[in-house]
T-cell receptor, first 112, second 112 residues
Framework: EPEVTQTPSHQVTQMGQEVILRCVPISNHLYFYWYRQILGQKVEFLVSFYNNEISEKSEIFDDQFSVERPDGSNFTLKIRSTKLEDSAMYFC??????????FGNGTRLTVT | DAKTTQPTSMDCAEGRAANLPCNHSTISGNEYVYWYRQIHSQGPQYIIHGLKNNETNEMASLIITEDRKSSTLILPHATLRDTAVYYCIVRVLTGANSKLTFGKGITLSVRP
């Protein structure tokens, strides 16, 4: 069964550094999403992406965040200057038109 | 702005049916009921969804009341591996902005 894959599984970075989280969505899917989950808290929506542009973003997704689909297979989340409070699990998801979202197993980001 | 309410937790015995309730009294006519689960810190896993008819797949059954104000997810023969947080989510199924909004979910503990 096709699945969403995310790399790396764990990323450690120092405060102020840039990080790029990578995702390979399911190949025929058209809609892409990033979510995050701070330890012990809810899964929170960050951004959705369709037709090479952001279709919706949350208040969390400020100017420090950006997304890109650099080629036909990858979908990336960049955090420009990480803060301690960016430490969380980051989940990528993809979906086809009018179909359920399928999530990857996440990247654990630790900012020190 | 939670649109669903679920109990905080429940448990059931291995091999028995687990019936997980959800209230969505303000659901709109174009909103579907989705169920996801999250095992430990893995990515959310899609289980099932429905609009107004009962649905069944290889994982579970979804029973939606006639007035659509509540639903029940049924795991017919719970196993220890079904221990997880289960999320009931209402979702408008239209195009690019059809994100999922997660609440706190219900923690299901399956006991031996």
């Amino acid at each position: 069964e096709p699945e969403v894959t995310q790399t790396p599984s764990h990323q450690v970075t120092q405060m102020g550094q840039e990080v790029i989280l990578r995702c390979v969505p399911i190949s025929n899917h058209l809609y892409f999403y990033w979510y995050r989950q701070i330890l012990g808290q809810k899964v929170e929506f960050l951004v959705s992406f369709y037709n090479n542009e952001i279709s919706e973003k949350s208040e969390i997704f400020d100017d420090q965040f950006s997304v890109e689909r650099p080629d036909g297979s990858n979908f990336t989340l960049k955090i420009r200057s990480t803060k301690l409070e960016d430490s969380a699990m980051y989940f990528c998801a993809s979906s086809d038109h009018n179909s359920p979202l399928h999530f990857g197993n996440g990247t654990r980001l630790t900012v020190t | 702005d939670a649109k669903t309410t679920q109990p905080t937790s429940m448990d059931c015995a291995e091999g028995r049916a687990a019936n997980l309730p959800c209230n969505h009294s303000t659901i709109s006519g174009n909103e579907y009921v989705y169920w996801y689960r999250q095992i430990h810190s893995q990515g959310p896993q899609y289980i099932i969804h429905g609009l107004k008819n009962n649905e069944t797949n290889e994982m579970a059954s979804l029973i939606i009341t006639e007035d659509r104000k509540s639903s029940t997810l049924i795991l017919p023969h719970a196993t220890l591996r079904d221990t997880a947080v289960y999320y009931c989510i209402v979702r408008v199924l239209t195009g690019a902005n059809s994100k999922l909004t997660f609440g706190k979910g219900i923690t299901l503990s399956v006991r031996p």
